[in-house]
């Protein structure tokens, strides 16, 4: 059985609708230890015919058996297989890969072997001695002359250890003595029992080999054999499969290491949009922290009111004076998970003090509840004693300059309230100031008792306005627990029970400060946009510019999909570059404004959390992976035939 059988070749090319018939009907046998010339008038259809038997082409009739095994029907990845396996290709022009030295040049095609790096680097090494290029492993293809180039490209062409070396005018750029020694390498080849095919114009090359196919007109119009060929079967050839996602990384890597300039701009400019998500959200957190820190310094963030009626909502003190708390809802709300104690509370509005003689008007008088916090009480105590009133700071100011005297006095306190009987009148009792706190709200406080009793001593009872709600646990306890509160039905069988005093606010703030925060890092998130597009145009340029090197990966038998996974690698690192130092960025100017605003604020301002750090890190790699979506697919659809002839 022959190595390589072609039986009634036929391939055309159409142009619109005309049809150009440049191989018709060609059959050959060929076999091992042979070194075959092909000649024939130029546009005689050569290339074409080696590009069928190279399985670049798969779209002629007739068929290309190896070892009798029909190529006609291989897929893609068969073909691919095909190349890497058995096909060992020597263009006139070289085609080596620009940006690697030569050692990396025959070393790209050890890559889909099994062989370790440091065996790659040794047989890469071996081959490109072989060829006398010892002492040039470390340059660049432009370093090389004519000749030296197409030694480099001999041995990577044997590197696979491929039965079949196809070589389109090798020797087509070089003078007579290059041709001379590259002959006879091609000749050595042959003698290890590899099929070498060569394309020539030139008589000298084809007299060289074993024997001379000419042809003319589409078909072979001479076949002759001018020596014996070589008798000897080829190695077993060597392990190969396609390129390991490690290895498309490492090719991405080299790719940007010698873009670097470029790079590293397209790193800094997608940097920036994450930056400044990141940033922006850390801020955000800064921002959210000190205010609550602010308000839960004079507050007790884990006591939350609650009241009744849909209206009852916030801080509309008119509503929640109507409303009624039984204690069959107070022994439902001591039921709510994490509810330790349920306070009753009541409240009137307008109270007056009077003290020597001088009447000031508070805003809200208040049974005192565990809202308040007890370090802000600076003077004296709690009103938890009958009859006595705690007030806020700025309240006793207006009463005496020197307010701190006040505690232990008493003090004339009057508030209006709505009777019984519908008549809005007076109430007035002597009261002792307990203490003063610390506050930014202008509650005068005293305890549930003492009104109770103010208000009996004007034969009317005293409604519960309002409940507090103590919660267990942290402060991450009280959302949930308000919001179960909220859910709960009320005696008359309805949802409406509400929320309210500072708690409440707290959370309505700490929304809209979400709120805000997310519309900035949303806008901040644009430059994320314009950096998604500054990848696809790169990566578009780069698909144009490395068009020849996906030809000459695709001919060693890289895939279609290995070619789609180096643009995919290319843009996973611009983006994890680009994100992760973005993210040091954030922490150090982190750093650095928290620093110097310490003097002025005891609060870390920005507070970049590690789960911004990697939301910034996943978007900007989900964003790149995107863009390289439409240049990568590109890059995998170009016809390899096309990009090898690409200048
Ligand atoms: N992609 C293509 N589309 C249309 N026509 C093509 C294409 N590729 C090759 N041809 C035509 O097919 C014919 C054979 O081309 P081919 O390159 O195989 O010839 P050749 O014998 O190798 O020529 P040369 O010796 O000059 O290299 C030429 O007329 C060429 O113009």
Redesign the pocket.
């Known amino acids: 059985m022959a190595l390589l059988e072609l039986k009634d070749i036929q391939k055309s090319?159409?142009?619109g609708k005309e049809e150009?018939k440049?191989l018709k009907g060609i059959s050959l046998k060929f076999n091992h230890g042979e070194f075959v010339s092909l000649l024939?008038?130029?546009?005689?259809?050569?290339?074409?015919?080696?590009?069928i038997i190279g399985g670049l082409d798969s779209n002629y009739q007739g068929d290309v058996f190896l070892n009798g095994k029909s190529l006609k029907h291989d897929t893609d990845k068969q073909l691919d297989e095909y190349r890497r396996k058995t096909i060992g290709f020597i263009f006139?022009n070289f085609n080596l890969i620009g940006h690697m030295t030569i050692l990396g040049n025959v070393q790209v095609a050890l890559e889909m072997s099994d062989l370790s790096h440091a065996e790659q680097v040794k047989r890469a090494t071996q081959l490109l001695e072989r060829v006398g290029l010892g002492e040039h492993i470390h340059k660049h293809p432009n370093q090389l002359s004519g000749g030296q180039k197409q030694r480099v490209a001999i041995a990577r062409a044997l590197a696979s250890d491929p039965d079949i070396i196809i070589a389109?005018?090798p020797t087509g750029a070089l003078d007579a003595q290059n041709t001379d020694e590259i002959l006879k390498l091609l000749d050595e080849i042959a003698s290890e029992g590899k099929l070498v095919l060569t394309?020539t114009?030139s008589d000298k090359v084809a007299a060289y080999g074993t024997r001379v196919v000419h042809?003319a007109n589409g078909q072979i119009d001479s076949d002759k054999k001018l020596r014996d060929s070589y008798d000897k079967e080829p190695s077993n050839g060597m392990k190969l499969h396609p390129l390991r996602m490690i290895d498309t990384f490492k090719m991405a890597f080299q790719q940007m290491s010698y873009n670097l300039k470029r790079n590293l701009l397209i790193i800094f400019g997608g940097a920036i949009g994450i930056f400044s998500v990141i940033f922006m959200l850390g801020l955000g957190n800064g921002i959210k922290g000190y205010i609550n820190h602010q308000i839960y310094s004079q507050i007790n963030p884990n006591s939350v009111q609650v009241t009744k009626g849909k209206n009852g909502s916030g801080t509309d003190t008119s509503a929640m004076l109507k409303s009624n708390v039984t204690d069959k809802d107070i022994s439902k709300l001591k039921d709510v998970k994490n509810v330790k104690q349920v306070e009753k509370g009541a409240m009137a509005v307008s109270p007056q003090l009077t003290y020597n003689g001088k009447t000031t008007q508070g805003q809200i008088l208040q049974t005192y509840n565990s809202t308040i916090l007890s370090n802000t009480i600076k003077q004296g105590t709690k009103p938890t004693a009958l009859n006595t009133v705690l007030l806020p700071k700025s309240v006793a100011q207006k009463i005496k300059s020197n307010y701190k005297s006040l505690v232990g006095k008493n003090i004339k306190l009057s508030f209006a309230f709505l009777g019984n009987n519908g008549q809005q009148s007076l109430m007035t009792k002597s009261v002792k100031v307990s203490g003063i706190y610390d506050s930014a709200s202008p509650i005068i406080s005293v305890s549930y008792d003492t009104l109770k009793g103010i208000y009996k001593d004007n034969k009317q009872t005293l409604k519960t306005n309002f409940v507090t709600a103590d919660i267990k646990g942290g402060v991450a306890n009280v959302n949930p627990t308000q919001d179960k509160i909220k859910a709960l039905k009320s005696s008359n069988g309805k949802k409406d029970f509400q929320i309210t005093g500072a708690g409440s606010i707290v959370s309505t703030l700490n929304t809209y400060i979400s709120l805000a925060v997310n519309v900035l890092a949303a806008i901040a998130g644009i430059s994320l946009l314009v950096s998604a597009i500054m990848i696809i145009v790169v990566l578009y340029i780069s698909v144009a510019e490395r068009t020849k090197e996906i030809g000459i990966l695709r001919a060693l038998g890289v895939t279609k999909g290995n070619v789609r996974g180096l643009f995919f690698s290319e843009a996973l690192l611009l983006g994890l570059f680009s994100s992760i130092s973005a993210t040091i960025v954030a922490y150090l100017i982190q750093w650095g404004i928290n620093s110097a605003a310490s003097g002025a604020i005891d609060y870390s301002i920005i507070q970049i959390t590690p789960g911004n750090a990697i939301f910034g890190i996943v978007i900007a790699v989900i964003i790149n992976l995107l863009a390289a979506l439409l240049p990568a697919g590109r890059a995998a659809k170009l016809d390899p035939?096309?990009s090898l002839s690409a200048e």
């Not at 024939?40 to 590009?51: A, I, P, Q, V």
């Open positions: 090319y159409y142009l150009f440049v024939g008038e130029s546009g005689g259809g050569k290339s074409t015919l080696m590009n006139q389109d005018e394309v114009h042809m035939i096309e």
